[in-house]
């Protein structure tokens, strides 16, 4: 790819694209300060979201549920990874009670892979939905959900609650599936998508990371096989390292290429494509409704 090469194991500073400008402006202030003094969890925050103050800004923001242990370890991750704790039934209350504090337009509500529940979680991610629509009924959802091991009872969990955008990421390309998600599989994740399609979700989405070491054919391929799936909306950004244990940069994609894989994204027939070094999977989530 028209990219430029890093040898990770030399200290190199990170190309001039990667810089990211410190949130800034009375709106993000104002949040940030609701966000300190109620202990609000976000994933703008844990995450240190390179998007936070735009996305604030424009009023959406990014939950996390099923506590912050995942009981898988993919290898690009930065959540940790171990024996959850027992699920708390207070969340969905405690969540909607956030999103109304903080006087958020569009939620993005994500969460940790629960494979030690017999619901994979599907219960309590159809509960908060619930109370988000309850305490707040004018703000629009999106749902980036796990692939609940693709059992469809546990997606139609799911579908029966309808959050106006559902995605699920397969992040990687094929070839590197088993490396970077572990115990992910690409083809099950492409039938999450596809069953979702079907079963009459209107907005469905999905997100890649690059610089792991994919081709730019093997990035178009997986970009027709989500487009074969009838998905919508697509993003693409630059994996970063979270730590020393996790997989190694292998590539800085320049934007030339970014620009390259929108343009194309289009000419496939997405509805949108977010493509840019520092998009994430809810970068600009509140205008993937139209």
């Not at 936070?52 to 290898?75: D, K, P, Q, V």
């Not at 178009?220 to 096989?225: C, G, I, K």
Request: hydrophobic share 35%; aromatic share 6%; proline share 4%.
């Amino acid at each position: 790819m028209n990219s430029e090469i890093i040898d990770i194991q030399k200290p190199a500073p990170k190309p001039k694209w990667l810089r990211v400008k410190l949130p800034t402006g009375k709106k993000y202030t104002e949040l940030r300060g609701l966000v300190d003094k109620y202990k609000l969890h976000t994933i703008c925050t844990s995450g240190s979201c390179p998007n936070m103050g735009e996305c604030w800004t424009e009023g959406t923001a990014t939950f996390m549920i099923l506590g912050n242990t995942c009981t898988r370890s993919c290898g690009f991750c930065g959540v940790k990874t171990g024996r959850p704790e027992t699920v708390d039934w207070d969340e969905p209350e405690k969540v909607a009670r956030s999103i109304k504090l903080m006087e958020i337009k569009h939620a993005v509500i994500t969460s940790v892979d629960r494979d030690d529940l017999k619901d994979m979680g599907s219960i309590l991610w159809a509960e908060t939905i619930k109370a988000i629509r309850r305490m707040n009924p004018e703000t629009t959802l999106e749902t980036l959900i796990p692939d609940f091991q693709g059992v469809t009872r546990n997606i139609d969990r799911i579908i029966a609650v309808k959050p106006e955008v559902v995605s699920h990421n397969m992040e990687t390309v094929k070839r590197l599936t088993r490396e970077v998600r572990i115990q992910a599989k690409y083809e099950r994740s492409l039938e999450v998508l596809r069953y979702l399609k079907d079963q009459g979700i209107e907005r469905t989405k999905s997100g890649i990371m690059l610089g792991l070491g994919e081709t730019e054919a093997e990035v178009l391929q997986t970009m027709e096989d989500l487009r074969k799936v009838g998905l919508n909306i697509v993003t693409l950004g630059q994996y970063l390292q979270p730590s020393k244990r996790h997989l190694p940069v292998k590539e800085f994609i320049h934007p030339d290429q970014f620009a390259r894989f929108e343009k194309i994204g289009y000419e496939m027939g997405f509805r949108h494509v977010e493509s840019g070094a520092l998009v994430r999977s809810s970068y600009k989530a509140q205008k993937h409704l139209t």
